[in-house]
C-alpha cells in the first residue's frame, strides 16, 4: 500500500484534498477512540502511517521524489533493467539516509531496490536498517535483516544490526545472542563489541586463530 492509498486519494490529489483527507483519517484511527489495548495498538500503527504519509506528500518536493518510486505493476522490463533500477534506487536511498537524512524516504527507496532485486542481501540489510530507525517497523527490520543474514550468512554486520535493533528494543537476551553470532563470525566486529559494551559486558580479546597464525605463531 502506498502513500496514496493510506491517504485514501488519487496520485493527481491537489494539496488541499490531501490534507483534508488527512485530518479526516486521523480522527478515525486517533487511538484515544478504542477502548482495548489491541485496538489501541493497531490504531497506533495506523495513525503513525497516515502521519509519515502525509509528512511526505504535503510537501511538493518530497512528494516530487516519492513518486519517482512508484512504478506501474504491468511495466514490463528485462532482468538487466531490473538490476541497473534496483541500483538506482538503492543509491537514492544512500543519498536521503545520509544526506537528507530523511529514513522515511530513505526506506522508501531501500524498499523498491530490495523488491526489484530480491538476492541482493546488501538491499536488505539497508531496508532492515532505515526501518530500525523508525518506531513502528522494528518487526519489519528484524525480518528484513534476517533475509540479508540468510543470503549472506558470513556477514557479522548483518547480525549485529539485528542484535542493536533488540537491544534498542529493550530486548537484552536476544542482543547479546546475536552479538555473540556476530562475534563468531568475526571477533573484531566493532558493531558487535559496541552493543555488548552498551549492556556492561566487555569481551575479553581473543588470540588470532587462522591458519597462517597458527602457522607463524609456532615456535
Sequence with gaps: MNYYDLLQVSKEASQDEIANSFRRLIKQYH????????????????????????????????????????????????????????LQYFKNGLY??????????????????????KDNARYLYYLGLAQSRLPSKKREAVANLEKASALDPFSALYRAAIGKVYLDSGMKTRAIKYFEKALKLDDRCQEALDGLARLGIKRAESKPSGFFSRLFGRK
Excluded at 36 to 46: L, M, P, V, W
Excluded at 57 to 73: A, F, M, Q, V
Excluded at 96 to 117: C, G, I, P, S, W
Aim: zero cysteines.
Design 96 to 117: 536521503q539516509l545520509n544526506t537528507k537524512e530523511d529514513v522515511r524516504m530513505a526506506e522508501e527507496f531501500f524498499r523498491k531496490a530490495a523488491h526489484m532485486d
Design 31 to 86: 487511538p484515544d477512540r478504542f477502548s482495548t489495548q489491541e485496538e489501541k495498538s493497531d490504531a497506533e500503527k495506523k495513525f503513525s502511517e497516515i502521519t509519515a504519509a502525509f509528512n511526505v506528500l504535503k510537501d511538493p518536493d518530497k512528494r516530487r521524489t516519492y513518486n519517482r518510486t512508484l512504478n506501474e505493476d504491468t511495466d514490463v522490463i528485462s532482468h538487466e533493467d531490473t538490476k541497473g533500477q534496483a
